[in-house]
């Protein structure tokens, strides 16, 4: 199944970072944050990925044409610098990617439309190049199997940035409380897609895929929302870089499951609507342009 990432957009919050390379292609532990979700899936069996570049996207063209000198130890003849010598081999070998030019300005929608002819009319994964989360992949694919529509999307109920106060009709204050989760379920992306799903993205170059395109199946209701109760964190602003990169500098960054002896995500809840659990809560979410809310099926 292919593993479509956007990764064109123009990342304008976090500017000190993406004046020179694309979002996603910004570090979190000296890796692209590109790289950490692509490593995810990968541990769930996706390893057919196909990335939508954009602003800045020779720099996600580089990166991967040069993957092999990046990761490995290597020998050449400075003479003959066509033969080159890799020593080993990295842990990504078995990984395919299509990096496809979807344009500079095109929005999420035309991004995905540009590349249908890549997925060869088979269901499949998609979501955003800047945000990892610790979601169990399998359990998310089982309920999109189960319930048959054209699409499905995960949610989480995200963490407010600010410390609420309470108080009573008298204005005195009767507790505080510390970033509470919101009551709603807003929009992560984890996306998954049957073949179908094309025929609402016609000539969308200047659509939201959150906006008419979604908007359209849920209202044939064809579009299901997957909760998700564990991790989830977006890279929209430095505060949110450096967040990631003090869980990971802390070993303590929920989505590296790759590093874990029995590589494994949370198992899913078998009563009621399925969901991958997780210890941390689900950070607020900072782009608006993911926040199409979706209620219960």
Request: charged residues 25%; hydrophobic residues 40%; glycine residues 10%.
């Amino acid at each position: 199944m292919k593993v479509v990432l956007l990764a064109g957009g123009l990342g304008t919050r976090l500017r000190e970072e993406t004046e020179f390379r694309p979002k996603p292609m910004v570090e979190v532990g000296g890796k692209p944050i590109l790289w950490h979700l692509m490593k995810y899936f990968s541990t769930f069996g996706h390893t057919d990925f196909v990335i939508c570049a954009g602003y800045k996207g020779e720099h996600i063209k580089q990166y991967f044409l040069n993957y092999a000198a990046h990761n490995n130890d290597f020998t050449v003849t400075l003479g003959r610098p066509d033969e080159i010598t890799f020593h080993d081999a990295h842990q990504e070998s078995d990984w395919t990617v299509t990096v496809a030019d979807t344009g500079p300005t095109t929005l999420t929608a035309g991004r995905v439309e540009r590349i249908e002819k890549h997925v060869r009319g088979e269901r499949f994964l998609v979501t955003y190049g800047d945000g990892l989360a610790d979601i169990d992949l399998a359990a998310l694919l089982a309920f999109h199997e189960g319930h048959g529509r054209q699409a499905t999307l995960t949610t989480v109920r995200p963490t407010s940035r600010f410390g609420l106060v309470d108080a009573d009709e008298d204005g005195v204050v009767t507790r505080f409380r510390e970033k509470p989760q919101s009551d709603g379920w807003v929009n992560v992306g984890f996306f998954v897609f049957e073949p179908s799903v094309f025929d609402h993205l016609r000539d969308s170059d200047h659509l939201m895929l959150e906006h008419e395109p979604l908007e359209a199946i849920a209202r044939d209701r064809q579009l299901a929302t997957y909760r998700h109760d564990g991790f989830w964190q977006p890279m929209d602003t430095s505060r949110e870089h450096v967040l990631l990169n003090e869980l990971w500098n802390a070993g303590n960054a929920p989505w590296a499951v790759w590093d874990r002896p029995a590589a494994v995500a949370p198992a899913p809840v078998t009563d009621g609507d399925p969901a991958g659990l997780g210890s941390i809560p689900a950070p607020r979410p900072s782009d608006q342009d993911r926040g199409l809310v979706v209620g219960p099926r």
